[in-house]
């Protein structure tokens, strides 16, 4: 059990379709990440939250857009997505911006078709 | 600008052998953190350790042991007498001080392969 909790573990979608990752810890951290790991990159960091605000919006594309209701819960919603959108989506928290360690989720597998 | 290079792609060894994987940064902060994360086949990352700028103690943890040389910006982690559990890619990470909102850079990572 790491504390922060990744679902779905998997997906399929097809370019057409719309889905949402959904992230939640349990750690009572501030701060939460989205990242992407894919084959040929190191991993990537997509958005930052900061106190439920987002913080850091590192220039990813329009057809993912994060929302983050409470310091607990994070989604990324897909729509649109292209094949090289294929990879490993990992959520991650930590207690605020101030150097501490972040705590990752098993990940999303995700797969466009 | 931050970078974090982990020049060795792969590295298998023999089991209970002692293995180097090194991480060589660049940043222009005089305060920020490193990290090194290991991520097993199930995907999630795990925290291994945390060191900041001023601290350059070695640091030993049972088998683990990372060597901070700030001379030569490098964050050595070595493995003694490796299981064959510690087969996992390990990232190495950096994060600047300045940067309030904990953005941490990570390296391409070092798939390591411990064969029995």
Not at chain 1, 17 to 33: F, I, T
Not at chain 2, 77 to 103: G, H, M, P, W
Request: net charge neutral; with cysteine; charged share 20%.
């Amino acid at each position: 059990e790491t504390g922060v909790t990744q679902t779905p573990r998997h997906l399929v979608m097809g370019m057409t379709n719309k889905k949402s990752l959904k992230c939640e810890q349990h750690l009572g951290h501030n701060a939460m990440y989205w990242y992407k790991q894919s084959a040929k990159k190191p991993l990537e960091l997509m958005f930052v939250y900061n106190f439920k605000e987002q913080t850091e919006n590192n220039s990813v594309p329009s057809r993912f857009s994060p929302e983050c209701p409470n310091s607990s819960h994070l989604f990324l919603h897909l729509h649109t997505l292209q094949p090289e959108d294929s990879a490993l989506y990992l959520c991650a928290s930590s207690q605020d911006g101030s150097g501490g360690e972040a705590f990752f989720g098993q990940g999303t597998r995700l797969t466009v078709v | 600008a931050q970078k974090v290079t982990q020049a060795q792609t792969e590295i298998s060894v023999v089991e209970k052998e002692d293995v180097t994987l090194d991480c060589v940064y660049e940043t222009r902060d005089t305060t920020y953190y490193l990290f090194w994360y290991k991520q097993p086949p199930s995907g999630e990352l795990v925290f291994l350790i945390r060191r900041n700028s001023f601290d350059e103690q070695n640091e030993i943890s049972g088998r683990y042991s990372w060597n901070f040389q700030k001379s030569t910006s490098s964050f050595n982690f070595t493995i003694t007498a490796s299981q064959v559990v510690d087969s996992a890619v390990y990232f190495c990470a950096l994060s600047e001080a300045r940067n309030r909102d904990d953005k941490i850079i990570f390296g391409k990572g070092t798939r390591l392969h411990i064969l029995p």
